[in-house]
């Protein structure tokens, strides 16, 4: 790339670092229900999306990092992935054309496998410091869409309330820093910012300057001028999946769990 994406990449690592603290810190206090660890890939085997800074920080990792037939291999795992991934889409959309309830597709979704193309033989994540933030909550607590899930093999219990991540939050500052990114390098795609690929797609990619629409004779915009994206973003990053409304935000501090996480009518500090 003949752009430095590295600002971008430096604040979703901000971002990534948090979820990491969230999740150590529900692990921690809930050590019996969190049933993750090494050699368990129950979640390298689940059907997501990645926004577009997580699709260029993955892909640029992954490139950086791998060559020649560890490449390949891998590309090969990508390439039978996102077949996979694309026919789970096709018969979603099928279902939904058939009359099917978005409940109904989302369970059906939800209840699918495809096995992640950076898990690797021994069942270990082949680039696990740059996974991605789905792959780095999975095994706490989440609230999707104003429903509770968690990892089929946690102790935690159905209609019992733990300290929840309010996942849509965390969307919305990667959304927000995708816009940031688009505008920062220059796009003419406006609506850039809005892609969402699956980890197979985002490996496979070439992101060039024709993909990312990257005019080498338009000057990008000025940094210091901040963009509502950007704004967005930073106020996305800060206040993460804090409920207040903005009239609180005088008391939050940005380092807080409390501004990632939700908390159930039982739960106690």
């Given at each position: ?5 590295s ?6 690592e901000?971002?990534a ?5 969230i999740?150590?810190?529900i ?5 019996e ?5 090494k ?8 059907l997501?999306?990645l ?7 993955i892909?640029?990792h992954?490139?950086?990092?791998f ?10 795992r990508?390439d039978?992935?996102?077949?996979s991934?694309h026919r789970?889409k096709?018969q979603?959309?099928?279902a ?10 989302l369970l ?6 495809v ?5 690797g033989k021994d069942?270990l994540?082949?680039?696990?410091e740059?996974?991605?933030l789905?792959?780095r909550?999975y095994g706490?607590?989440l ?8 990892c089929?093999?946690?102790g935690f ?7 929840t991540v309010?996942?849509?939050k965390?969307q919305d500052?990667?959304?927000?820093l ?6 920062g390098?220059g796009s ?8 969402l ?7 496979l990619t070439?992101y060039?300057e ?7 004779n338009?000057a990008?915009?000025k ?7 950007e704004a ?5 990053d800060?206040?993460g ?11 939050c501090?940005?380092k ?6 939700g908390?159930?009518?039982?739960e106690k500090?």
């Amino acid at each position: 790339m003949a752009f430095d994406l590295s600002p971008y990449f430096e604040r979703y690592e901000n971002i990534a670092g948090k979820v990491d603290e969230i999740f150590a810190a529900i692990q921690e206090k809930h050590s019996e229900q969190v049933a993750c660890g090494k050699g368990c890939s129950d979640c390298c085997h689940a059907l997501f999306d990645l926004s577009l800074i997580e699709a260029l920080y993955i892909n640029h990792h992954f490139n950086k990092k791998f060559s020649g037939l560890e490449r390949s291999e891998i590309m090969d795992r990508a390439d039978e992935a996102d077949r996979s991934v694309h026919r789970l889409k096709r018969q979603a959309f099928r279902a939904s054309q058939d009359g099917k309830s978005t409940q109904e597709i989302l369970l059906a979704m939800a209840e699918a496998k495809v096995r992640c193309p950076l898990l690797g033989k021994d069942d270990l994540c082949e680039l696990y410091e740059h996974r991605p933030l789905t792959c780095r909550l999975y095994g706490v607590p989440l609230n999707i869409g104003g429903e509770p899930h968690s990892c089929g093999k946690s102790g935690f219990e159905p209609g019992t309330s733990y300290a929840t991540v309010h996942v849509e939050k965390l969307q919305d500052a990667l959304l927000a820093l995708s816009y940031d990114l688009t505008q920062g390098i220059g796009s003419s795609y406006k609506e850039l910012g809005s892609v969402l690929v699956p980890l197979s797609m985002a490996l496979l990619t070439e992101y060039d300057e024709t993909y990312l629409g990257v005019n080498r004779n338009k000057a990008p915009a000025k940094a210091a001028v901040k963009s509502a994206p950007e704004a967005s973003a930073e106020k996305a990053d800060a206040c993460g999946s804090c409920s207040k409304d903005e009239s609180a935000c005088a008391s939050c501090k940005e380092k807080s769990f409390n501004i990632v996480l939700g908390k159930g009518p039982d739960e106690k500090d």
